[in-house]
Nanobody
Framework: QVQLVESGGGLVQPGGSLRLSCAAS????????MGWYRQAPGKQRELVAT???????NAADSVKGRFTVSRDNAKNTAYLQMNSLKPEDTAVYYC???????????WGQGTQVTVSS
């Protein structure tokens, strides 16, 4: 069983920055596409950004230019650097590890990000 543990959430003022971390247990990290998703109250979970095992990245239009996803395979950790935060970025942020060929899809427990003055 793989465990994903997110950290780094909290309360930040508009325009501020946070860096989320997702630490993965087990040996599958380097094989995984790592993703960050978020879910705001009353809304569906949405994709924020992903990074493949080869380092290719993708991000939602709403966060492009502000959020950066990265990974450190030596530390089994993925990151989401969030800059220029807006109130509409307020949500629970979830980490995901997925490999379609190997048929696994794991989720973390989520970390709250609140952007408010």
């Amino acid at each position: 069983q793989v465990q994903l543990v997110e950290s780094g959430g909290g309360l930040v003022q508009p325009g501020g920055s946070l860096r989320l971390s997702c630490a993965a247990s087990g040996s599958i990290f380097r094989l995984s596409t790592m993703g960050w998703y978020r879910q705001a109250p009353g809304k569906q979970r949405e994709l924020v950004a992903t990074i493949t095992s080869g380092g290719n990245t993708n991000a939602a239009d709403s966060v492009k230019g502000r959020f950066t996803v990265s990974r450190d395979n030596a530390k089994n950790t993925a990151y989401l650097q969030m800059n220029s935060l807006k109130p509409e970025d307020t949500a629970v942020y979830y980490c995901n590890a997925r490999n379609i060929k190997l048929r696994y899809d794991y989720w973390g427990q989520g970390t709250q990000v609140t952007v408010s003055s």
